[in-house]
């Protein structure tokens, strides 16, 4: 009974990687900035930022969101936005980010099926009640052919004659991919447009995009292993 309990505790472990929960790498958001956690590597491959809209706190982050869910994301260290627009002047910031297999990882990775995209703001006029037609959104699009649609998000504009504002967030719907893959690009353009108008608050404080993967064959391999391992050690204690 104790081997086959050990066997089915050591391929668990195997099947759910060797990082621990919510473990996480991080990067300044710069040209080539590359972060790897749990078989993939995110790199930053083009990156093009309005005037003051990268600052020394601008980090690309991977993190651990749940077993078999990586998130990959673009966030100020510090309070202040990473990108914003004041005044009557429109903001735009793009990136590419590369998603690759981590070279040498010493497990069988899983491959993406899906990802998400949520987007952390404010849009928001200041003491106008009547303006219209100021924008922040965010597209994603994907270099390959297993998927076609363009993450899009969009905050919510915010009218009311006051000089506050509330931190929103957008969550977008998965975009599945017809065929997993564990290699692509994607490239995010944050756009802010005031329309000439005066704003109080707009801007972007958070991208992330949420990758969720399915195990590879050999990786669904090990895990029937443990779960035939827990079936056994449970009869032989039975009897």
Not at 110 to 135: D, P
Request: net charge positive; aromatic share 8%.
């Amino acid at each position: 009974m104790i081997f086959w309990r050990t066997l089915a505790m050591t391929a668990c472990l195997l099947a759910g990687g060797a990082s621990g929960a919510w473990a996480q790498t991080t990067a300044a958001l710069t040209l080539n900035a590359t972060v790897s956690l749990d078989g993939f590597t995110g790199k930053i491959t083009a990156l093009s930022c309005p005037t003051n809209g990268c600052t020394a706190g601008d980090q690309l982050k991977v993190f651990e969101v749940s077993p078999g869910n990586l998130g990959f994301e673009i966030v100020n260290s510090t309070p202040t936005s990473s990108i914003f627009a004041s005044a009557r002047v429109a903001q735009t910031l793009s990136f590419t980010l590369s998603i690759t297999p981590t070279a040498g990882y010493n497990h069988k990775i899983g491959k993406v099926a899906s990802v998400t995209q949520n987007a952390v703001g404010f849009e928001k006029y200041n003491t106008c009640t009547t303006c219209s037609g100021a924008l922040a959104k965010v597209s994603t699009t994907f270099n390959t052919a297993s998927t076609t649609t363009p993450l899009v998000n969009t905050l919510t504009m915010q009218t009311a004659n006051t000089t506050t504002a509330t931190q929103q967030t957008s969550n977008g719907i998965a975009d599945n991919f017809t065929t997993a893959t564990n290699s692509f690009a994607i490239t995010s353009t944050l756009s802010l447009s005031p329309n000439g108008h005066p704003v109080g608050r707009l801007e972007f404080d958070a991208l992330a995009l949420q990758l969720r993967t399915v195990a590879e064959p050999a990786s669904i391999s090990v895990l029937l292993v443990s779960v035939g391992g827990l079936f056994m050690a449970r009869r032989r204690f039975l009897r």
